[in-house]
């Protein structure tokens, strides 16, 4: 059966009673660390137009990431954060809500002289929902969005839906919900992960991304956590499933560079972004 796909998904599913696992190509890490550039993080880029920021909630920190994009999806990763803290608790006495307000309310300087602000922030509310509510509730609904991630949303996030009711009937200024196409921006993200690097003298290739020399070896691991695998259920009653699939224990870089780039087409980005 070696060499022909179909005759060896026979052998695993019928002679094994196995399940038959096709795994997609997934860029490695290494190949991403080699291509840091000569600058900082923190630094801005001349081409950046926006900053958005995604959130992930775990029960000892926050991790954050910050994203500066340009035109036709070209995008800088302009800081990564992480920080530690019991989440659980109220916001207001806990140094990691604070630390995250602070990032929140963080002024970078352009290179053309003018100040920039975070445009928008997608949180992960799947860990201690009630938290993520009561935190996101002081700020204005079209700049911080708490989101949930979805495998069956096919776009970048979901219109609102209201969290807040009275009865049947939401409240006049509830907070809204969103869910964030996980596996679609992820497709979207390793399609450009994949791109090889252009020739000296060539434009980057549509959504490339840019690393800052000072990144950690931990943060390309974490992006490059997980594999798009093809299942094919031994009971071929079962319909073949395909799904994302950890190959490392750690992947939140993965998720808040997909929960920012979830913000930015929530602010608008996906319109002038092209």
């Not at 990763?77 to 608790?89: D, G, N, R």
Request: hydrophobic share 35%; proline share 4%; with cysteine.
């Amino acid at each position: 059966a070696q060499g022909n796909v179909n005759k060896l998904i026979s052998f695993i599913n019928d002679e094994l009673a196995e399940t038959w696992e096709e795994k997609g190509k997934v860029q490695d890490w290494e190949v991403l660390r080699g291509r840091k550039e000569s600058w900082r993080s923190g630094d801005i880029h001349e081409d950046i137009i926006l900053l958005t920021a995604g959130a992930d909630i775990q029960e000892n920190r926050i991790e954050v990431e910050v994203i500066g994009w340009g035109k036709r999806f070209e995008h800088w990763s302009v800081e990564y954060h992480v920080l530690k803290a019991e989440t659980s608790t109220n916001y207001l006495n806990d140094t990691c809500w604070r630390d995250l307000e602070a990032i929140m309310a963080k002024k970078w300087e352009h290179p053309n002289g003018s100040p920039i602000y975070l445009t928008g922030i997608c949180i992960d509310a799947n860990y201690n929902t009630e938290t993520v509510y009561h935190f996101c509730r002081g700020y204005p609904q079209d700049r911080v969005f708490a989101i949930q991630g979805s495998d069956r949303l096919e776009a970048p996030i979901s219109k609102p839906k209201p969290v807040d009711y009275i009865g049947k009937r939401h409240m006049r200024n509830a907070l809204f919900h969103y869910e964030v196409g996980s596996s679609h921006i992820k497709k979207e993200l390793f399609h450009w992960l994949m791109q090889k690097a252009p020739e000296e003298g060539e434009p980057y290739p549509y959504g490339w991304c840019h690393f800052p020399e000072d990144r950690e070896d931990e943060y390309f691991k974490q992006l490059c956590a997980e594999v798009f695998q093809k299942t094919v259920p031994k009971d071929k009653r079962s319909k073949v499933k395909w799904e994302w699939v950890k190959i490392r224990d750690r992947n939140e870089a993965l998720d808040t560079h997909v929960y920012a780039r979830a913000a930015a087409a929530a602010v608008g980005y996906d319109v002038v972004g092209q």
